[in-house]
């Protein structure tokens, strides 16, 4: 497949018709706000990312989806439906969470099953559809086996075809991978999304890791503070993140002090792009990616386009280095480059910038 059909087979999965809207949404627990002026939608067959740092507020908003809390302001439709009023019950969603939640004295089977029970489905369809949903996950062969005698991977993939089984409208994911070792978590999160987009059930996949959001959405919500603070695919969101907050979130970036003036931003001589060429004059932080950044040997670049600086630590990645260079006018940068390129600890490098426009914020 060539890498321009990727876009328009994705695209064909997600459908133009809200299926979930949030709509200035609010919770208060005492005095604190969870959630404020919380709005995002969720289209047909599309997984939405909810990004933040611990305690901005993601469980909180798949918890009011679900019905598990109230809101205080705000309402919550599916499909066009005001659902604040109904019980978890008659929302007709899926969940999954971080800790292993299976019924320890059930096999894996009857875990699955234990929802269409409670739909009163027919023991002979239950049997079936719970081996339709183990074979969905992998776990075909693993009917009989109880929580104990499955790995973490395995509950929680059990757990998923326990979501899945009553073929619910929505599928919420809270951080459902960040009980497992890094290896699994990788291929579990692979496995979710080949699942999500065969079904083309909508998803809220809430995590902390902005890598996993990036990997696994079609969409990325970052949260902060109770609010979301851009919504965007992975690709918006790292290349255009709306303000410094997301900058400094979604993916790794250098912050270096510098002066904006008419539309550019100079860092220790050097002239830089604006991302949002309005910017205010005046003192700023500027955010660089490591990738953005390249090094030169030192004595061969013309001055006011690179910065002078001794490599402090050079670290092979596998696949790419990423090397820490202590600036000579002060502060330390990453640059990422070739794994070819071998900088010696202590030797002195240029730091040259690629040219592409970085956010900044005022310095204050
Ligand atoms: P996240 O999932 O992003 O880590 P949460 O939604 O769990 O964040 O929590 C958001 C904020 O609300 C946190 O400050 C948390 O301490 C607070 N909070 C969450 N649940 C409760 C609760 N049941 N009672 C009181 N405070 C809560
Ligand atoms: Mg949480």
Known sequence: MSHTETPALQQK????????????VAKRYGSHLALTEFDLTLQAGELVALLGPSGSGKTTALRVLAGLESCDDGRILINGDDVSGLPTSRRDM????????????????ENVEFGLRMRRVPSIERRERAAAAL?????????GRFAHELSGGQQQRVALARALVT?????????????????????????????QTELGITTLFVTH??????????????MRDGRIEQVGTPEELYTRPATPFIADFVGLSNRLPGVVRHGFAEVHGVVLPLLDPSHADGPVR?????????????????????????V????????????????????TVVVQHDVRDRPMVGAAVLV?????????????
């Open 209 to 222: 890791d902005q890598d996993e959001a990036l990997a696994v959405a079609d969409r990325v919500a970052v």
């Open 135 to 143: 074979a969905l996950v992998g776990l075909d062969a693993h009917y």
């Open 13 to 24: 999965a997600v459908q133009q018709k809200t299926v979930v809207e949030f709509s200035g």
């Open 312 to 331: 402090l630590l050079s670290s092979f990645l596998g696949s790419l280095r990423r090397t820490s260079v202590q600036l000579d006018q002060g502060g």
């Open 94 to 109: 899926g969940m999954v969470f971080q800790s292993y939640s299976l019924f320890p004295h059930l096999s894996a089977g």
């Open 286 to 310: 500027v955010f660089v990616r490591p990738e953005d950044l390249t090094l030169a040997t030192a004595g061969t670049s013309p001055a006011g386009t690179s910065l002078a600086g001794t």
């Open 352 to 364: 040259r910038f690629a040219g592409a426009p970085v956010p900044v914020e005022a310095a204050i």
């Open 167 to 195: 073929r619910p409208r929505v599928l919420l994911l809270d951080e459902p991978l960040s009980a497992l070792d890094a290896k699994v978590r990788v291929q579990l999160r692979d496995q979710i999304r080949r699942i």
